[in-house]
């Protein structure tokens, strides 16, 4: 589980992620992973790093806590946002569709508001990553699961006895066979190389003469010839759909 934290209240921020950790060891066996900053800067870099994200909480009463938020959605579309905010920006301004967040701390606030509204995010933080579990695929690592939607996820290939899950700009990893991880995947996941599965609602077109497959974003995927006729007979059906 990893977490994004923008709070310049270094006290109150502390005291968050203290009740963050708490409640997902309460609910999970997950580690928690916070990256925590107090500069809108520092935030600013990181979204440009990091390709996932399950929750942020994000401070929004300052001047660039509302971009910021904004930002955040466009980047980590199905992370989860608890907004911490005060009287000073209206409500019309982040209760919007666009930033969907599932919860809101409003300033000021005591301690034990602060522990409830956090443990309510979490407890449906994962309930709806339960409903979802068919909409996305779940990876462990060292810091605990990470769960990547399907829509975001390009092609999958095998090497270094790993399978990698490629995604428009990083890939993550696992180990295991990529015959294992296919059952995991949904039907537009197809088959087209011993080492490549490919997510076909990115691709742009296949090259049967050049055995190539060219994905959205000029992503370019091989394709053998064992799997010519199966993925040619899955592009017709689509066509004829």
């Not at 963050?20 to 997950?30: G, H, I």
């Not at 608890?82 to 967040?101: F, G, H, K, N």
């Amino acid at each position: 589980m990893e977490m994004l934290v923008y709070d310049r209240k270094e006290k109150e921020g502390l005291e968050l992620v203290r009740l963050s950790r708490n409640s997902v060891a309460y609910l999970s066996d997950d580690r928690l992973q916070v990256y925590a900053f107090k500069a809108a800067a520092e935030v600013e870099r990181f979204l440009g790093e990091k390709g996932l994200m399950d929750a942020a909480l994000m401070e929004i009463a300052d001047g660039k806590g509302l971009e910021l938020v904004r930002r955040t959605r466009e980047s980590h579309e199905s992370a989860q946002l608890l907004l911490l905010a005060d009287r000073s920006v209206s409500p019309m301004e982040y209760l919007t569709p666009q930033i969907r967040a599932m919860s809101l701390l409003l300033r000021p606030f005591s301690a034990a508001e602060a522990k409830r509204v956090v443990e309510e995010f979490f407890h449906t933080l994962y309930r709806s990553r339960e409903e979802k579990d068919d909409r996305a695929l779940t990876l462990e690592n060292r810091d605990g699961k990470i769960r990547i939607p399907f829509s975001r996820i390009y092609y999958l290939e095998v090497r270094e006895k790993k399978v990698f899950v490629r995604l428009k700009d990083r890939e993550y990893s696992r180990y295991g066979t990529l015959d294992h991880m296919i059952r995991e995947l949904p039907e537009h996941f197809i088959r087209c190389h011993r080492s490549f599965v490919v997510n076909s609602q990115y691709i742009n077109r296949v090259k049967l003469s050049e055995n190539s497959i060219y994905l959205t974003d000029d992503i370019l995927v091989p394709l053998s010839r064992s799997y010519k006729g199966a993925v040619k007979e899955y592009m017709d059906g689509l066509r004829r759909i």
